[in-house]
């Protein structure tokens, strides 16, 4: 079975500017969670889809903000891009069952010049 | 609202060496934990979680934990390291059995030495 995809794996952006990322959870999980990964911060959550809808949100400003589609996959953006923006964006998914188990892809590298 | 305090951002042990790595929390419900490794330019591999079953859990490539609700505790071992097991080490908690909202450590960087 494959695991949580995220593209791209690296980007460069200049402060200002949006960016996107993608994540392709498992097949068969409809819950997609995501977490950035800074030196300063650590680990912290950002959001949390199921079935298309936002079901949590960690304490981040208005400009991350993300999505989910039909078939799971989903997208995180991030709009005016500043220096402290630069992270590992991680995506997790899961069938959101009780017993179940979060697994994470390996990251999206954002670094903001 | 949950904390979750790791001792030690970084821990240095010989190969055959015991493994132990700290973590502390706090919940206003009772807790979910969760121990995840993180090799270099990866992403996160669960190694072991307590869902308010046993309360010493066996987790993958040797590593257990014991719960202990007297010491708010829920410290990471295993007997002997080897050297694949130098990684970086988060302890996790969570209002839900899934790790929805997983609230994190500092992380400990454990550090093999042969």
């Known amino acids: 079975k494959a695991g949580v995809t995220q593209t791209p794996r690296y980007l460069i952006k200049t402060r200002g500017q949006q960016v996107t990322l993608s994540c392709s959870p498992i097949?068969?999980?409809?819950?997609v969670s995501w977490y950035q990964q800074t030196p300063g911060q650590g680990l912290q959550f950002l959001f949390e889809?199921?079935?298309?809808?936002?079901?949590n949100k960690g304490n981040f400003p208005g400009r991350f903000s993300g999505r989910q589609f039909s078939n799971s996959r989903s997208e995180m953006n991030v709009s005016t891009l500043e220096l402290g923006d630069s992270a590992l964006y991680l995506c997790?998914?899961?069938?959101?069952?009780?017993?179940?188990?979060?697994?994470f892809g390996p990251g999206t590298r954002l670094t903001v010049l | 609202a949950q904390s979750v305090t790791q001792l030690g951002s970084h821990v240095s042990v010989s190969e055959g060496a015991l493994v132990l790595l700290r973590c502390n929390y706090s919940?206003?419900?009772?807790?979910?934990l969760f121990w995840y490794v993180q090799y270099p330019n990866q992403g996160l591999q669960l190694l072991l979680k307590?869902?308010?079953?046993?309360?010493l859990v066996k987790g993958i490539n040797g590593f257990e934990a014991e719960f202990k609700k007297s010491e708010t505790s829920f410290h990471l071992t295993k007997p002997s390291a080897h050297m694949s097991d130098a990684a970086e080490y988060f302890c996790?908690?969570?209002?839900?059995?899934?790790?929805?909202?997983?609230?994190f450590g500092g992380g400990t960087r454990l550090m093999v030495k042969p």
């Open positions: 889809y199921f079935s298309e809808t936002q079901r």
């Open positions: 997790a998914s899961s069938t959101r069952g009780s017993t179940d188990t979060q697994y």
């Open positions: 307590y869902t308010s079953a046993a309360t």
């Open positions: 919940s206003s419900v009772p807790p979910y």
């Open positions: 996790a908690v969570s209002e839900s059995k899934a790790g929805n909202m997983l609230t």
């Open positions: 097949s068969g999980h409809r819950s």
